[in-house]
């Protein structure tokens, strides 16, 4: 078999199967390679994801001044303003009643459902400890993802 070609079209797939290939004419040393060898990266063209851009709360927590009709509920009636938001997110009201828990997951879902910056653990901090502040940014939010005006302009 010296001197053919290993690629010989007259033999056939068997005779290539048992045959090793001759590589630059040196063979291959297995023995330094690692057996458990994974391939992360396939050749070829790389697929980019790109992620929608995260925009701010269109009014911060202090923004009183936009709405003061909210902040005033907030600041006077907390329970009973969390049962007037949480409708008007699709959530039971029965969910105020878990205080400043509810108003952190609150604050999540709104900003996952609009793209919103923030992380839970700034969620939780703020709904701890300024539970009024809170509920007013979050009314003040769906009026703006909603389109409607708020009760008052400036």
Known sequence: MMGQHPLDLARTPLDLARTPLDLASTPLDLSSTPLDLVITQQPG???????????????????????????????????????CIL???????????????????????????????????????????????????LSREIDYVNGQPAMVRQ
């Open 45 to 83: 063209g790389y697929v980019a994801t790109v992620s929608p851009q995260k925009r701010d709360w269109s009014s911060g927590l202090g923004a009183c001044s936009k709405d003061p009709a909210s902040c005033l509920c907030s600041f006077c009636f907390p329970s009973f303003y969390t049962c």
């Open 87 to 137: 409708p008007r997110m699709n959530e039971n009201c029965c969910l105020g009643f878990f205080g400043p828990t509810a108003l952190a997951l609150m604050r999540a879902k709104m900003r996952a459902e609009h793209g919103i910056q923030g992380d839970l653990c700034n969620d939780a901090c703020i709904s701890w400890f300024c539970c009024p502040c809170v509920l007013a940014q």
